[in-house]
T-cell receptor, first 112, second 113 residues
Framework: SQTIHQWPATLVQPVGSPLSLECTVE??????LYWYRQAAGRGLQLLFY??????ISSEVPQNLSASRPQDRQFILSSKKLLLSDSGFYLC???????????FGEGSRLTVL | GESVGLHLPTLSVQEGDNSIINCAYS??????FIWYKQESGKGPQFIID?????DKRQGQRVTVLLNKTVKHLSLQIAATQPGDSAVYFC????????????FGKGTKLSVKP
């Protein structure tokens, strides 16, 4: 099975500051990688997915961006955070072709 | 937007009883459905999945039922235990892939000792 590492686990940032959330995957190669956001009391919203290095698709227009500099590394970034960016961010990985979707433990972002 | 929803936002059951968590989906083209369990402050964990060519699938203490006629999905947990307390999400996908899942809002299951 895969192991997903996410950090930081908790982050409090002021409005207008930059953001970088990192995710690394162990136990597989060439996975499909995903960033989801979970607002309080809501389901999971897909933000970005990647089928390979430097191949990123955005599902929702916003001030966030994602990058995949290495096969098993996925980064979520922002140049200037908004209050509405607060939430619980989850990185997920799935082996190409099928298979179970594995989630990281999440990063809780609070923008003040 | 979300096309998968849940009938009840919260469910409270007595330890040892069976739990049934329901879910409705709206996309008749969806052919793959999954239940996830999310404990407080953690990421979701896969519980069980079912493809549209099946009506029922059983795991350890869990059963998923799919009714394509009314586009309804349910998760049954037998002999519910305190460790089952969590938020349960159903999700749907098309093409058998977990990648582009549409998640419901979740049902919070509380197990009373």
């Amino acid at each position: 099975s895969q192991t997903i590492h996410q950090w930081p686990a908790t982050l409090v940032q002021p409005v207008g500051s930059p953001l970088s959330l990192e995710c690394t995957v162990e136990g597989t190669s060439n996975p499909n990688l995903y960033w989801y956001r979970q607002a309080a009391g809501r389901g999971l919203q897909l933000l970005f997915y990647s089928i390979g290095i430097d191949q990123i698709s955005s599902e929702v227009p916003q001030n966030l961006s994602a990058s995949r500099p290495q096969d098993r590394q996925f980064i979520l970034s922002s140049k200037k955070l908004l209050l509405s960016d607060s939430g619980f961010y989850l990185c997920a990985s799935a082996s190409s072709g099928s298979g179970e979707l594995f989630f990281g433990e999440g990063s809780r972002l609070t923008v003040l | 937007g979300e096309s998968v929803g849940l009938h009840l936002p919260t469910l409270s059951v007595q330890e040892g009883d069976n739990s049934i968590i329901n879910c409705a989906y709206s996309n008749s083209a969806s052919d793959y459905f999954i239940w996830y369990k999310q404990e407080s402050g953690k990421g979701p964990q896969f519980i069980i999945d079912i493809r549209s060519n099946m009506d029922k699938r059983q795991g350890q203490r869990v059963t998923v039922l799919l009714n394509k006629t009314v586009k309804h999905l349910s998760l049954q947990i037998a002999a519910t235990q305190p460790g089952d307390s969590a938020v349960y999400f159903c999700a749907e996908a098309k093409g058998g892939s977990q990648g582009n899942l549409i998640f419901g809002k979740g049902t919070k299951l509380s197990v009373k000792p």
